[in-house]
């Protein structure tokens, strides 16, 4: 055995050993422990008012947030990419702030902002409208943390893509919209697909700046990340806290297994 191939093969065994003990045991932990009682149990604990309704919150924050990503990114990629924008660096650098900022800081940020004495405070008196401790606060806080991720996965393909096409179909006589919808659209899909896989990936996981925005009131402003964490330390429920990190990593799973099944179609492409 040649040494290059003998150390190719110490550092696969070290990458192998170190993603082992950080994520592979402590999953397999939490799986062994969640269905140790056996399924009916961890269906039991699942199926409680409190669960259903943690689970039907992070739906409903993933629903309304993935589409105004999509939206917003979409737009703020083709500004990057296509046009001349006076401060292009710095649209830049606020996209990816999210990457840099820790979302203990976005929630207190927006508690700054919206709570009750924050500059926009008076909108609850005025219009009834509660954002901080309520669903509008956790939308606000979900969509900072994954505002990058459509950008980032769609601003790179139109770069690559140019703009030849874009430009050929304009010269032909097609409208904006019609070069955007038959152009632009089919050629970023895998890009803005992965970006959407990221996005949900990201919103049902994100515990730091929601807890910071929400009341945390069972059935009213808890997701299921918020649920983990009132099972674990305030109702000493260490097995509900198992069975729904179990559900949550379950919907991680399947998100993450479709964007590796995405990103091998994307590939050849």
């Given at each position: 055995?040649?040494t290059t191939?003998?150390s190719?093969l110490?550092l696969?065994?070290?990458?192998?050993?170190?993603?082992?003990?950080?994520?592979?045991v402590p999953?397999?932990?939490?799986?062994f422990?969640t269905?140790?009682p056996?399924?009916?149990?961890f269906?039991e604990?699942?199926?409680?008012?409190?669960?259903i309704?943690a689970?039907n919150l992070?739906?409903?924050?993933v629903a309304?947030?993935?589409p105004?990503?999509v939206v917003f990114?979409?737009i703020?990629?083709?500004?990057?990419?296509r046009?001349?924008?006076?401060g292009?660096?710095?649209?830049?650098?606020v996209?990816?702030?999210?990457?840099?900022?820790?979302?203990i800081?976005?929630?207190v940020?927006?508690i700054?902002l919206?709570?009750?004495?924050?500059?926009f405070?008076g909108?609850?008196?005025?219009?009834?409208?509660?954002?901080?401790f309520?669903?509008?606060g956790?939308?606000?806080?979900?969509?900072?943390?994954?505002l990058?991720f459509?950008?980032?996965?769609v601003?790179?393909?139109?770069?690559?893509?140019g703009?030849?096409?874009?430009q050929?179909?304009?010269t032909?006589?097609a409208?904006?919209?019609?070069?955007?919808?038959?152009?632009t659209?089919?050629?970023?899909?895998w890009?803005?697909?992965y970006?959407v896989v990221?996005t949900v990936?990201r919103?049902?996981?994100?515990?730091g700046?929601?807890?910071m925005?929400?009341?945390?009131?069972?059935?009213?402003s808890?997701?299921?990340?918020?649920?983990?964490?009132?099972?674990?330390?305030?109702d000493?429920?260490t097995y509900g806290?198992?069975?729904?990190?179990?559900?949550?990593?379950?919907?991680?799973?399947?998100?993450?297994?479709l964007?590796?099944?995405l990103?091998?179609?994307?590939?050849?492409r």
């Amino acid at each position: 055995m040649t040494t290059t191939r003998r150390s190719v093969l110490t550092l696969r065994t070290l990458a192998l050993a170190y993603v082992l003990g950080l994520v592979a045991v402590p999953i397999l932990v939490i799986l062994f422990r969640t269905f140790e009682p056996g399924l009916a149990v961890f269906i039991e604990s699942i199926r409680t008012p409190a669960a259903i309704a943690a689970l039907n919150l992070s739906v409903l924050i993933v629903a309304i947030v993935v589409p105004l990503n999509v939206v917003f990114g979409v737009i703020t990629a083709i500004a990057l990419a296509r046009w001349r924008l006076p401060g292009k660096g710095l649209i830049q650098a606020v996209v990816d702030l999210p990457f840099a900022v820790s979302p203990i800081v976005v929630g207190v940020s927006l508690i700054m902002l919206w709570g009750a004495s924050g500059w926009f405070g008076g909108l609850q008196s005025s219009t009834g409208i509660r954002v901080i401790f309520g669903l509008p606060g956790m939308v606000i806080a979900t969509i900072f943390v994954t505002l990058p991720f459509v950008v980032r996965e769609v601003e790179p393909v139109l770069h690559e893509i140019g703009t030849e096409q874009e430009q050929a179909a304009a010269t032909l006589g097609a409208s904006g919209w019609q070069t955007f919808w038959r152009i632009t659209v089919p050629a970023i899909r895998w890009g803005l697909t992965y970006g959407v896989v990221l996005t949900v990936a990201r919103a049902l996981g994100e515990f730091g700046a929601v807890i910071m925005v929400s009341s945390g009131f069972p059935g009213v402003s808890q997701t299921l990340t918020l649920l983990v964490h009132s099972r674990y330390i305030d109702d000493h429920n260490t097995y509900g806290a198992y069975a729904a990190a179990t559900l949550l990593m379950g919907l991680a799973l399947g998100t993450l297994l479709l964007m590796t099944l995405l990103d091998r179609k994307r590939s050849p492409r």
